[in-house]
């Protein structure tokens, strides 16, 4: 009996040290810092995306041809659970477009190289005079009263040299928005790129279609054409085909369920549709790209933090958010919404240097202390150098609506590159492989660290709480304009 006696203790001692040793948290991130030096397949996927598919246009054949890409892809890595998340959208594509500017009375009339904005009408044919509106915002039609009635507003892009100091810059959307609030017929926009790169984009803050044709032009065009308006006054005849058709398209989604509190969401998501002008390396090739590798990644070492992780390639950001609005939807419809409890976001995301609090100062604390720890493994690239700011116009912005912490790369990039932002020159030659991997490395740890996390370090807002969030943030006014802003004042 004394030799049985011995047995179970022995055999607990032996249970015990079979069972597998939690690592710690530099653990993990040593092993996905190794597991993405190694095998990294972001550069090399998009590579391939960008030369077997070009653009991805949502509602256009390469889009549906990429949402298949990704979705085999995920399968590949391993994930069982991979789905599409269907949607039906209007979509918007280019047809031809025309600008011609000359005197009032139509003499000397030019042809301007311009395209066209996204959600700009089927059909337009306008000749009428241009009025010089500088950088677009409501200041300045403030200024001038009635100037823009029944004609072509004229705006920079940015903020033009010598404005007002503090001066808050509009979305193209909503600089599109006011000047219809305004009574113009028409919208021409300048690019503030050198080299006279044209760029696209929606000017419909709703992703429906605009009442007036929005075009772009070429930053010298643009601003010897103000240096002509200061002394004399000229006309534009726009003349624009495009169409307009209700299609469907998927968002994709690969999940990994979390080891204690599979209920509980994280999302990480990056928009995989491009405008068509070019194949969409930069935006948001780099991002979307970045996600497919950090999901390999997880797959690949086998991690289960305790929260679920979804990995999501939105379509549809480029004309309005579709994507990320009806997944959204679909989840205050359903009451899912309250699952979801934190947001990463990838839009044009690289070479971090630090990661985004957006807005939530009592999350400040647990990105600066995750941020240390990523130093550990790499104090050459990250530098901690964290943000605490909320912004608009990407596909976070529906979850930021409903008061969902979220937060995103703060990215060390070359500015040339986004000189292609939008552009027919933003192709693969622009991509830094080392700088995706870079994101795919740190982003994996910050995404592990959240979804690991014993305490989120910010929670949901209720709906006072999120009113109170965005107008503490400057952000109601760009809201309104955009239709967003539920609240009645």
Known sequence: MKKHKLILPMLALTIFACQPKEKSLNE???????????NSKAYETLGEATSTIGHRLTGSENGAKAEEYTFDLLKSYGFDDVKYFPFEVETWMRGDVEVKIGNLNKSGMETYSAVSLAHSPVSSDIDLEIVDMGNGLEADYAAKPGAVEGKIALVYIGVLPGSPEGTSNLHRSEKTALATENGAKGII????????????????????????????????????LKETLSKKRMRADIQMTNTANKIKARDVIATIKGSEFP???????????????????????????????????FKALGLKPKRTIEFIMFMGEEQGLLGSRAYVNAAVEDGSIENIKYVMNQDMSGNPVGYNASGRPEAVAFFDNIGKEIMTVDSTTFKNNNRNGAGLHSDHQPFMLQGIPY?????????????????????FDLVNKEHMENNVRFSSMMLYALADADTLPAQKLNDAETKAFLEGN??????????DWRWDN
């Not at 993990?28 to 190694?38: L, P, Y």
């Not at 400057?474 to 239709?483: C, P, T």
Request: aromatic share 4%; with cysteine.
């Open 189 to 224: 926009i300048i690019n503030q790129v050198d080299g006279g790169v044209l760029l696209t984009g929606t000017a419909s803050v709703t992703g429906g279609l605009i009442d007036i044709p929005a075009v772009c032009i070429g930053k010298e065009d643009g601003m010897a």
């Open 474 to 483: 400057g952000l109601k006014l760009k809201l309104q304009i955009g239709g």
């Open 407 to 427: 937060t995103a790369p703060a990215s060390n990039l070359e500015r040339h590159i986004y000189g292609c932002y939008h552009s027919d020159c933003d192709d």
């Open 28 to 38: 993990v991130f040593q092993s996905i810092n190794e597991e993405v030096k190694a």
């Open 263 to 297: 209920d509980e969401k994280i999302i990480v998501g990056g928009h995989l549709d491009s405008w068509d002008l070019a194949t969409g390396a930069i935006d948001n090739g780099i991002g979307s790209f970045a996600v497919l590798d950090m999901a390999r990644t």
